[in-house]
């Protein structure tokens, strides 16, 4: 049996603090019909979210390219969209949308109808106006931007997918001068599909590429090196080949010149065949691309996943992370060792959700953005230096309790109500479950004998809650949220 140290800061709430402090808020939004957010960033005394959706007036319409700004309180300022009815305007993926060197914006993604597709890439002035659009390979096949970045020389480098000459899907490179008119494009890739997500800058005024490849197995990280003219250098996969994981969507540099790349993995002992088990990991590498530490985190189930990283201005990592439908805000210090985790859920929805783009803020906060489910919502949640958001939360590892683990498990339903289901391996009796609050003091202890696998919380406030169950020989814990 191994010992994990499992920090137990489960935040539930919608408030915010001003007066000097960190402003904090959870927030749910619902401006357009059936929208996401995965894009953040701060402006003009508050933020502005991108994402996707259909207007409420039109809510069988074309897809919008949809921005939300608040104030530092999470209250709407302003909401716009982009787009007609000819054709459906995506956004990209996550943090598609960036900061100029002008103090304007960019945007990478893409349009479509039932016959074109096109790659597109959006420049906005400093008020989020519309200062031109170019579309790129405006054709019958399928193609896309999934992100940029504004390159050194004032241009833009784009990476995406196009299926020209591979039916399956290349990765594609576009490099443009600082009016979005094509320099020149490259593509990439195996004889199966091949996406490229994200993108940056190194430091030989290369390009780092990453995304997905299915022609190394089933689905796997693919990490290309290219030098400043798009030319292929090498390349990297990461993740089991028999299973579908291991896309990367992120990469983050470092102000050493190290890369931080996040991706979910595949575990290949799993509790049961009849779903995917997952974890996720976070690697990092020095500055010529060698790996440095490569680390596993994460409750192993079916819907694990780490969304996107950040790199803090002390150094230490951040991340948005599912640990099955549980979704938080995991931190780590620069060598990879866990410091603490922290779970929100989001007010009103009752189905899956996800964080997806993150940012730090002036206050050395975070602002996160994502999407909530049952309904449909934009999900906004700020929380101070820590992960907090809620007042006088303890930063650190004051609420820290040390178990003796050997499994995660799935518990049911997740929000529960009234009683809290699990199922454990067969000839398991006899177990105590243990119930604790985001400050690790033990609330519910019960003693299931014979075949039950059911404890009521209907005495439970609605918040998040960490549940461990042990037995004779083994132990197991998870997470959920009592509505």
Known sequence: MKTITITIYLIFCAVYVSNGQANIFNRVYDDFHLADLRNIIEYNEGYVALGGGRLLENPTGKVKIILLHVDYQGNTVWTKSYGNEIYNYYHGTRNSLIENSDE???????QNNDTINACMLMKFDQNFDTLWTKLYFDNANFTVFYNHIQTTDG?????????????????????????????WYKKYGTSARDMGLCIIETGDDGYLIGGDTRGLGNGNGYLLKTDANGNLQWTKNYGNSLYPDGTI??????????????????????ISASFYNRKYNIIKLDSDFNEIWNKQYGIRAEYTSL????VASDGSIWATIKDDRNVGLFHLSSDGDSISKHYYSAEGSIGDRSLLSIRQTQDSGFIMAGVAFEPQVMWLVKTDSCGCVVEDCECGGSAVEQFTEELEIVVYPNPAKDVLYFNLPENTKNVRVEIYDNLGRQLITNELLGWENSVDVKQLK??????????????????????
């Open 104 to 110: 304007g914006y960019s945007l990478a993604g893409s």
């Open 155 to 183: 241009g833009y480098a784009c990476v995406g997918t196009h299926d020209e000459d591979d039916p399956d899907g290349d990765v594609l490179l576009v490099k443009t001068d600082s009016e979005g008119n094509m320099l």
């Open 249 to 270: 969507h992120s990469i983050v540099k470092t102000p050493d010149n190290e890369y931080i790349i996040p991706l979910t993995s595949y575990v290949t002992d799993p």
């Open 307 to 310: 969304a996107t990283v950040t």
């Open 462 to 483: 609605a918040g998040n809650y960490f549940v461990r169950i042990v037995s004779a020989e083994e132990s197991w814990s998870g997470w959920f949220v009592k509505e």
